[in-house]
């Protein structure tokens, strides 16, 4: 890679494990981080859940996701998550809680985390599929789940499930102070 001060080669070396390139002229150090993204349970009046199927041209072509997406610079992940929802289901949705915060490891070498957003969908619009996602559809959530892409989702939407019919409720985080500008 390259250097984006000078756009000189950069060197390789080793940072306690880790390998990392650093500029041999500006000691500009690139270092590797997670991609902040969001994901969203979203609940009909029905007990069912929205999900994605995933585009062919996308990793895990095929397979079924919650709504999900990466978090854009200066962009909060409450809105983040409102975005997702209405251009990869096509519906307008008010995020309620954090119910999870997740790692992940993809296949294709991307690492991201997660910050899970529960929703409930109150309307009876039908969700129209966009951006990466080629399928959007409501799935019961106590019956059997079509093929999923993320061993995450799984968890999340078991954690859910178990959680609302053990509790009848699921313990989240509150979404006030999700935003500052100083
Ligand atoms: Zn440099």
């Known amino acids: 890679m390259f250097c984006t001060k000078c756009g000189i080669q950069c060197e390789e070396f080793n940072d306690n494990g880790i390998l ?3 500029c041999p002229s500006c000691n500009y150090v690139s270092y590797r981080n997670p991609y902040p993204c969001v994901s969203l349970l979203v609940v009909n009046q029905r007990n069912e859940i929205a999900l994605g199927k995933r585009h062919p041209s996308s990793i895990y072509p095929g397979k079924w996701c919650l709504p999900c997406g990466y978090i854009e610079y200066g962009e909060s992940y409450v809105a983040a998550g409102i975005r997702e929802a ?3 289901i096509g519906i307008d949705i008010e995020p309620i ?3 999870n915060v997740v790692s992940n490891e993809l296949e294709n070498n991307i690492s991201s985390l997660v910050v899970v957003l529960l929703a409930y969908y109150k309307e009876e619009n039908p ?3 966009g951006d990466d996602i080629s399928e959007a559809a409501w799935f019961p959530i106590d019956k059997e789940l079509p093929p999923l892409a ?3 989702d799984d968890y999340i939407i078991n954690k859910y499930h178990n959680s609302m019919k053990e509790y009848g409720e699921i313990k989240s985080i509150t979404l006030e102070g999700n935003s500052f500008v100083s």
Do not use: S, W
Request: proline content about 7%; aromatic content about 6%.
């Open 97 to 99: 809680g954090i119910i």
């Open 150 to 152: 993320f061993k995450a």
């Open 86 to 88: 209405k251009e990869e």
């Open 127 to 129: 969700l129209v599929p």
């Open 20 to 22: 990392r390139h650093r």
